[in-house]
């Protein structure tokens, strides 16, 4: 009896320090991404450092490259990929400043500065990607929700028009938790599609090389053809 009683003593303590410790990390994660919102100048990786910081680092994977499902031979580079408890999501960054006026099934116009200009809608833009993640999932009989979002990155930006899946850097994390109300992935299948997106993904490094390679062919052509034989 005596031992059965100090078994469960423990676990209750185990279990209190397991609270605090989980307490302890979404506050620390909390202040963290509120100190990094406050970044004004923000480079092209402050949307990676930003899911990192508030979902960790684990759900996030990015930068991805992935084949593209349109044309082959050409590779699509996408921002981040984030894996939760609603599903996958495919995040393209936007990190000019200014207004835009968001308008469906068209492009948008950004206003800055007083001028204005149109731009491809950053949705039209993403949907290559989209459709690369989906294809790469579906054909190895993944059936989930992959959602297309598109963040307005820069500190000074704002939009028009709502869209669910359009945000700015405060709304990031807010947005994708609230995809995890649908519970549409168990945790054994977030984690086994988490590992088969980086096990899939293609090295930048491979990337890189095929790049050099292609460039050092077209020298050697272009050299070819500047060649005069001496003796001709």
């Not at 990676?48 to 996030?60: E, M, N």
């Not at 009989?141 to 930006?157: E, F, I, K, R």
């Not at 945790?187 to 292609?214: D, T, V």
């Not at 062919?217 to 500047?226: D, E, F, P, T």
Request: charged fraction near 20%.
């Amino acid at each position: 009896m005596k031992l059965l009683l100090a078994i469960i003593v423990i676990l209750a303590v185990l279990l209190s320090l397991a609270a605090v410790i989980a307490i302890a990390l979404i506050l620390k994660s909390s202040i963290d991404t509120d100190r990094l919102l406050q970044t004004v100048n923000r480079p092209r990786s402050f949307v990676r450092s930003l899911l990192r910081v508030g979902l960790g680092r684990y759900p996030v994977i990015a930068p991805v490259y992935l084949p593209s499902p349109d044309a082959p031979g050409r590779i699509v580079r996408i921002d981040a990929i984030t894996v939760t408890r609603g599903g996958v999501t495919v995040v393209k960054s936007v990190p000019e400043p200014g207004h835009y006026v968001n308008l469906p099934y068209s492009n948008w116009q950004l206003h800055t500065g007083g001028s204005a200009m149109m731009i491809l809608s950053p949705f039209a833009l993403n949907n290559e990607a989209w459709r690369a993640v989906t294809s790469l999932l579906t054909s190895n009989g993944y059936t989930v929700p992959v959602h297309n979002l598109v963040v307005l990155s820069a500190y000074d930006v704002s939009f028009a028009n709502y869209e669910e899946l359009l945000v700015t850097a405060d709304e990031l994390i807010p947005c994708i938790r609230s995809l995890d109300r649908s519970r549409s992935l168990s945790l054994r299948r977030m984690w086994e599609i988490r590992k088969f997106i980086r096990q899939n993904r293609i090295n930048p490094r491979r990337i890189q090389r095929s790049a050099e390679q292609q460039m050092y062919a077209q020298g050697q052509m272009q050299a070819g053809r500047n060649y005069r034989n001496p003796d001709q």
